[in-house]
């Protein structure tokens, strides 16, 4: 289940009125307090002006659907990823309004960012985001989100801010605790482990056969689990600026080979918002058991 990162342009630069520039998942790695990382920049504009396309010829060209964890303000300065997203198939899931860290913001203006991106979305899609992954989240986060959606009237199929398990899962949400028939919240585990991050970890140099390797190895174990009676859930987290360099996009290649020539039903690739759908199908939520 690929999960791919659209984000470029809502990181945190002067430009949108931050007070540093972005540090984390690039390729140059070092600090401007109060001005632009012209670098930094320049290598996330990468994601959007070819590595977004490059993961998307590839993707289909296997006919495999994906998940775009979607920021609004990154949509809204290339609405052509958008389309070329809908006419692939492929589902666009909320990724939070800006790519920031949310922990110490005031839930006020949290919650105004998660409006911004309902009615961003709306308005770029036709339609609200079904599910959510904010990464850098604080506290309230998901309260908030689910706050929000009741507000709009709008279905939350899945959030994603999880790191827990192999498989979805259910949580109460205590703002239902005294509602008569509560809904929950279904959540379906991120993953840092197969993930392109590990381009960008400091622990060495990471080569695409090795992320090739690494993933293969998370498949092989959790099929010879579903095999003994224990099916699971694998997801692989994608960065456009990160794997969609030339080079590191063959390891993902090779992963997607490997795939076509497993037994047929053996592997389900898949959007989110499929395999959520299917989970509240075959195990619906019931309260404390979570």
Not at 4 to 32: A, F, P
Not at 33 to 61: A, C, H, K, M, P
Not at 210 to 224: C, G, I, M, N, P
Not at 230 to 254: A, D, E, T, V, Y
């Amino acid at each position: 289940m690929p999960s791919v990162d659209t984000c470029q342009g809502s990181e945190r630069t002067v430009l949108n009125g931050d007070g540093r520039s972005e540090e984390i998942l690039s390729e140059l790695i070092y600090k401007r307090q109060g001005e632009r990382n012209l670098g930094t920049e320049s290598d996330y504009e990468y994601g959007s002006r070819v590595g977004i396309w490059r993961l998307l010829n590839l993707f289909e060209s296997f006919d495999v659907p994906i998940t775009a964890y979607a920021i609004g303000q990154a949509l809204e300065m290339n609405p052509d990823v958008v389309k070329a997203l809908k006419d692939g198939g492929h589902e666009i899931a909320s990724h939070g309004y800006r790519w920031i860290d949310y922990h110490h913001m005031p839930a006020e203006i949290e919650k105004q960012y998660i409006v911004r991106q309902l009615e961003v979305f709306r308005k770029l899609t036709g339609e609200f985001p079904g599910g959510w992954y904010v990464g850098r989240q604080s506290p309230r986060t998901k309260a908030l989100i689910w706050e929000v959606y009741k507000e709009h009237g709008a279905p939350l199929l899945w959030e994603s801010d999880s790191y827990c398990d192999d498989l979805p899962y259910w949580v109460d949400v205590p703002a239902e605790k005294d509602v008569e028939k509560p809904e929950g919240m279904l959540m379906l585990p991120y993953s840092f482990d197969n993930n392109d991050l590990k381009f960008h970890s400091g622990a060495g140099a990471f080569t695409p056969d090795a992320f090739f390797q690494y993933l293969r190895a998370s498949l092989d174990t959790l099929l010879a689990e579903a095999e003994s009676g224990s099916p699971k859930m694998m997801s692989i987290g994608l960065h456009c600026r990160i794997i969609g360099k030339p080079g590191r996009s063959q390891g993902l290649k090779k992963f997607l080979e490997y795939i076509q020539f497993l037994p047929k039903g053996d592997v389900w690739v898949t959007r989110r918002m499929d395999i959520a759908t299917h989970w509240r199908g075959r195990f619906p939520y019931k309260p404390g058991h979570l």
